[in-house]
């Protein structure tokens, strides 16, 4: 079984129409399908993500997790659509360097929890306020595109130094430094029919 917990890209995990997606069930309900299971708890950043290890233990139990199981943690998406910019602003320090720093707090969180990273997923929605997208996001899509660039790439060194798999689908879905719009249902979420065969037989190599 795959488990994964996190923000609301859980819902990738599955195969499901527009009308379930948006109405997908919170903690403590754990949605079954096709031999994975997956819990949304909330907006979860990942550089806060260690605040719920009680509610991963939680999880786990209430999903009858067990040592032959992949346990994936996903966050980061939210980190780069909204705060890196911002810290790195409010710092006075680079976007690389803020986005670095969440990338190894959350891979921090992952190895307490015996669990996989995540990627951050790129955002394609507009700082303007008029933009009708009821998501926020702090800063150009150039500058959160180098965020979430530098925090998978951040992640993914981490991994290999330490010989754990890497979730993500980023070289599929970013080409030239551009996300393919086409795989967006709503600017933020990925297209679950694209995303979530991809994403378990990536957990399946683990």
Known sequence: MILAIGDSHVSGFHCDDKRKRLSYPAYPIVVTTDDVSSCWIGPVTAWNFRKHLDRINEICKLSNFSANDVL?????????????????????????KVARQCANRMFETCNLAGAIPFWAIPSIVDEKKNDPSPYVAVGTKVERMEACCSYNEEMHRLCMTSGIN???????????GNADASLFWDGVHLVPEWAAPRLKEKCLRV
């Open 72 to 96: 994936v943690l996903v966050a980061g998406e939210i980190d780069c659509r909204c705060h890196v910019v911002k810290q790195s602003r409010i710092q006075g320090t680079t976007i690389d």
């Open 166 to 176: 890497f979730i993500s689908l980023y070289d599929e879905l970013v080409k030239d």
